[in-house]
Nanobody, 120 residues
Framework: QSRLVESGGGLVQPGGSLRLSCVVDEFLDYLAIGWFRQTPTLEYDRVSCISSKNSTEYADSVKGRFRVSRDNAKKTGYLQMNNLKPEDTGVYYC???????????????WGQGTQVTVSS
């Protein structure tokens, strides 16, 4: 199973920005990369996803504020988060899979998560 390591989380004021990174220890070219936020009820909401062909998808709540990208040569996925809001707070996970699945459990591998806190 792949090993994924997220980084880039932290505490930021409303309106601020963070850039999350997800380093994967396998060949990334044919994999989709999903980004999920864990809710207080321990469910996983999909925030964004980028397919192996670089098609991107976003939750309505983050459209226009977040941007997903990837660098296959570096085996890394990114989630640029701008104009952050308190409701963006949560643990963010990256996951890899064949497609941009809606469900977290359909992805084949995921990281340990990184905490994002948006608060004044």
């Amino acid at each position: 199973q792949s090993r994924l390591v997220e980084s880039g989380g932290g505490l930021v004021q409303p309106g601020g920005s963070l850039r999350l990174s997800c380093v994967v220890d396998e060949f990334l070219d044919y994999l989709a990369i999903g980004w999920f936020r864990q809710t207080p009820t321990l469910e996983y909401d999909r925030v964004s996803c980028i397919s192996s062909k670089n098609s991107t998808e976003y939750a309505d709540s983050v459209k226009g504020r977040f941007r997903v990208s990837r660098d296959n040569a570096k085996k890394t996925g990114y989630l640029q988060m701008n104009n952050l809001k308190p409701e963006d707070t949560g643990v963010y996970y990256c996951a890899t899979g064949v497609n941009c699945y809606r469900e977290f459990s359909h992805f084949g591998a995921w990281g340990q998560g990184t905490q994002v806190t948006v608060s004044s």
